[in-house]
């Protein structure tokens, strides 16, 4: 009996050793990836900071993403507590948050390139999917976002825990954008806003970080399992709908059948966009080939 409980006690030390070497495995190698730095250089934006700018960056805030993460007024919120593998916090990024002392064109790196003013990559903040964002819809964004009311709100620090780090370790979780955007200096146009695929091509890059860069949706990288798989967009997926199913779904959340679709897909905010948005989305869904469903 003594020689057994030998044998488990090795066998327990054993596989002690092994955990704490895969987790000193995941700490180096997140950290390594955490402090890389990039450099950005942009021509510089042209500002403007009239009325017409500040409500078109509005717009923006509130149907791109920003505002469900970063909190309607730009004050910061928890995102998600994924208990052991992370904590995503969204910071405040009005002028009293950690932005405070950012020129525009600082502000517009990390929005686009997912790099902060001092060079390091920014994590969970999905700049892929703004990478390809106007310099005149990102100077109007900016402007917005230094018009805000300064706020001193701190929703807390953000937090990659041992189990995240491992998974980054292991290519499981895309934590850092900045690995995966072109950081090459370039001025962007935007098309003409029209209802056309261009211009629905355009908005609809920021659907890709959770339906995938060809739409036909995925399980979202870095979500619990729980979640829902984000959907096919293509016509493999749609292809019974019509313009008018797909205004009702980003409109009120709700399929052809009515049934509801779950809020993780932030309709809520694209019930904002305008119509043109939306009908341009639509055209471009259209034109895209009809690929199976992806995992
Ligand atoms: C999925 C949630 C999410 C969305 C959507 C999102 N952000 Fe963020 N954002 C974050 C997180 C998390 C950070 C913190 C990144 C870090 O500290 O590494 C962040 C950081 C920032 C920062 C501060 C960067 C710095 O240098 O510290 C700015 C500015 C910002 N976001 C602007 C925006 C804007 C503008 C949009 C919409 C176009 C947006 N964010 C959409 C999660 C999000
Ligand atoms: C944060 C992740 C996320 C983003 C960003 C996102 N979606 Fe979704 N979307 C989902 C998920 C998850 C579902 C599935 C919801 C369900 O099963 O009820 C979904 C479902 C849908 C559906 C319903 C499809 C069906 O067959 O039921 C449509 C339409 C849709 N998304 C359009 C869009 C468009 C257009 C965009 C960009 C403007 C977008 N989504 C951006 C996560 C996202």
């Known amino acids: 009996m003594r020689k057994f409980l030998k044998w488990v006690a090795r066998i327990a030390g054993l596989l002690l050793v092994v955990a704490v070497a895969i987790f000193a495995f995941g700490w180096f190698k997140s950290s390594a990836g955490l402090e890389r730095s990039y450099v950005v250089n942009d021509p510089p934006l042209a500002m403007q900071r009239d009325a017409a700018t500040i409500e078109r960056g509005a717009h923006l805030f509130a149907t791109r993403g920003c505002a469900d993460c970063h909190a309607a007024n730009g004050e910061g919120r928890v995102v ?27 502000v517009a790196a990390s929005i686009r390139h997912g790099v902060k003013a001092d060079g390091h990559a920014m994590v969970f903040m999905p700049s892929a999917e703004y990478s390809g964002m106007g310099d005149e819809d990102t100077a109007a964004l900016v402007a917005y976002l230094q018009s805000l009311p300064a706020s001193s709100n701190d929703p807390g620090p953000l937090e990659i825990r041992p189990v995240g780090r491992v998974m980054y370790a292991l290519g499981q979780l895309p934590l850092l954008p900045a690995e995966h955007i072109d950081h090459s200096p370039r001025s962007r146009t935007a098309p003409p806003i029209a209802a056309t695929a261009e211009y629905g091509a355009y908005v609809a890059h920021g659907c890709t970080g959770c339906h995938g860069a060809n739409f036909a949706g995925q399980h ?5 399992p729980s979640f829902a798989n984000a959907r096919n967009l293509t016509p493999t997926g749609l292809g019974s709908w019509t313009a008018a199913d797909f205004r009702r779904a980003l409109r009120e959340g709700k399929r052809p059948d009515g049934s509801a679709i779950d809020p993780f897909m932030p309709w809520q905010a694209y019930s904002k966009m305008t119509d043109v948005e939306i009908d341009a989305m639509w055209a471009f869904l259209q034109t895209l080939p009809a690929t199976p469903t992806g995992k």
């Open 80 to 106: 998600l507590d994924a208990g052991p593998v992370f904590k995503v916090v969204a910071p405040n990024i009005t002028p009293g948050g950690v932005v405070k002392s950012y020129s525009a064109d600082q």
């Open 220 to 224: 979202v990288p870095g979500t619990p």
